[in-house]
């Protein structure tokens, strides 16, 4: 079951419209001054996976999760979050769901544990996962009975992280969420990440940190625009990408690598080493391999990193058209493919 | 309504009241002691002729009777910037402060609705200007009875005097949670809730002091804060319903206008 689906979400800000204004965009004219932070985004999210939503600076992430918890009205396009309308049924959504904001805000004035008695009360659950989480995240009691305003900016994260956590939500929406956390703590949020999962809880992760997405997310979607550029799995996305290899042969004899499936950008140096690109299944490079000395082979390791930097290398140039990229959760393999 | 978030506005605002509440109760206490002290005297400078008659009347107010000095604290300037404090300050901060500093975020972020956040704030604000009011007019009923005017005072009146205020005030707070819930920055909405009041403000006590600008009071709210006349037993019924009015439309306003807008992130 999908803990989360969009269909052809859009959300264009700028000034309300004016009937006149509504009547030339029905006869396809564009608003003058509007942005498009949102286009046509459709997705799927299925209960119990860690899904990671990417894009730099301005791609629509926030956008995106503002609409799905009721803060931004769609303009076009509908959603669902756990079986409900996201613009009917918003109250009833957020109290099922946990939600961490990118660069939160906290009640300066109130202690740790007083906030977190307030924000649990205004959520109406109990605080089942706190005691947990303030564990985990080393918050001691002590802290706790400090105001906000003395904590630094990763005990703040923290803090936002079990606001967002403390009761046990179905769904957990978190923006940029390791943001500020340092190195242990990070690998200490991963691991509750890793028993949300286990606990069958549905996580939608905003990061334009990518090595946390490839160690923590099962899917992954890349938005560039405000549109969707790819759909898959983390595991298939880095399968896909071409990894750079370099070789050495004992006697000069360089194997010869043209028209290998999968290999790409051979280059030979002057020092006897030959540099190429891999991309795919391994096996016909390897046999290409046999029977020449091989001193020295090094194959990189593939980091979501690159692939991204692929995608968006792929899709510079799409100021004109519109993507066509939407793909859902059951559509994983063929989404593969839906790179515009 | 919520009850959770009732309980953090009035923990957050608690100390400011009791603070405001004392500060009202002295200022309050002090001009029946003032027009008892001095108002025999003020009242024959005048007559002799040495301050022109138009400066006899401010707001409404004046030191020459009971009524006159309850009315003149009311609209003085001491009174109207510790009542702001709840009905302008709290107002365009309560959502537009929280706003511009990312705190309504984790707000919004529970099962609340945006009307229930608005509603709850409104009879919060009301329920504080109340108490401020009330505090007033416990300081005007000790003043007189500390002046030996109680008999003098229409006591049976202090809860449409009460009423008066409230509806005036909360007029002026409505309008400031109208403006709080339509900017996404504090400015504005402090801004644009200053500039009425203080246009009102100018045009009553212009009014109140230039013959030929009487026609102008009318189109203040402090108008119709008529504490004279409501001690006087001549209270003007269509004055408080203009009052409830101009609350009623900006409540309107916010409730239409809160739930439809979109909340961009902070930045």
Known sequence: ??????????????????????????????????????????????????????????????T??????????????????????IVRDSVEIRRRVGYLPGGIALYDSLTGERLLDYLGELTGRPPTR???????????ARTMRRPVRDYSRGMRQKMGIIQALQHDPE??????????????????????????????????????????????????AIVRRGRLVALEDVARLLERRKRNVELRVADG????????????????????????QLEGDVGPFLAALAG???????IEPAHLEEAFLELYEDTEPDDGEPATAAASAGETGEAGEAVA | MSWTFFKHLWRSQRAKLLIVSVAIFGWSTFLPVIYQSFGSQMKALI??????????????????????????????????????????????????????????????????????????????????????????????????AASGLLGELAAERLPLLWLNGLLMWGAIAAIGLAASVSFDRLGPAIGVTVAIVVV????????????????????????????????????????????????????????????????????
């Open chain 1, 1 to 62: 079951m999908d803990a989360l689906t969009t269909t052809a979400l859009t959300k264009r800000y700028g000034h309300r419209e004016l009937p006149i204004q509504r009547l030339a965009r029905r006869l396809g004219r564009q608003p003058s001054g509007d942005v498009l932070a949102l286009d046509d985004l459709s997705i799927s999210v299925t209960e119990g996976e860690i899904f990671g939503f990417l894009g730099p600076n301005g791609a629509g992430k926030s």
């Open chain 2, 47 to 144: 007559d002799s002729g040495v301050i022109p008659k138009q400066f006899t009347s401010f707001g409404g107010g004046d030191v020459f009777s009971l009524g006159g000095s309850i009315a003149l604290g009311y609209i003085h300037p001491i009174s109207i910037i510790l009542v702001s404090i709840f009905a302008i300050g709290l107002t365009t901060s309560a959502v537009a402060g929280e706003r511009q500093r990312g705190t309504l975020e984790v707000v919004l972020a529970r099962p609340l609705s945006r009307r229930t956040l608005y509603a709850t704030l409104f009879v919060g604000v009301v329920l504080f200007i109340g108490i401020v009011l009330a505090a007033a007019i416990a300081g005007t009923v000790v003043g007189s």
């Open chain 2, 200 to 267: 009102s403000y100018f045009l009553e006590i212009l009014g109140s002091l230039w013959p030929d600008a009487q026609g102008l009071q009318p189109y203040s709210l402090f108008h119709y804060l008529a504490a004279r006349e409501v001690l006087a037993g001549t209270t003007d019924v269509a004055g408080l319903a203009l009052l409830a009015g101009v609350a009623l439309a900006a409540i309107g306003w916010a409730l239409v206008e809160f739930p439809r807008r979109d909340l961009a992130a902070p930045s």
């Open chain 1, 171 to 220: 769904l957990a929406i978190l923006d940029e969420p390791t943001e500020g956390l340092d190195p242990l703590m990070q690998r200490a949020f991963y691991g509750i990440l890793d028993d949300l999962r286990e606990a069958g809880r549905t996580i939608f992760f905003s990061s334009h940190v990518l090595s946390e997405v490839e160690r923590v997310c099962d899917r992954v």
């Open chain 1, 64 to 85: 995106m999760i503002r609409l799905l918890l009721g803060y931004l009205h769609p303009t076009a396009g509908s959603a669902t979050v756990l079986g409900r309308d």
């Open chain 1, 130 to 140: 706190r005691a947990e989480l303030l564990d985990r995240l080393e918050m001691s």
């Open chain 1, 292 to 298: 020449h000395s091989i001193v020295d082979l090094t």
């Open chain 1, 253 to 276: 004899d360089l194997p010869r690598l043209e028209g290998v499936p999968g290999v790409s950008a051979i280059a030979r140096t002057a020092d006897g080493r030959l540099t190429c």
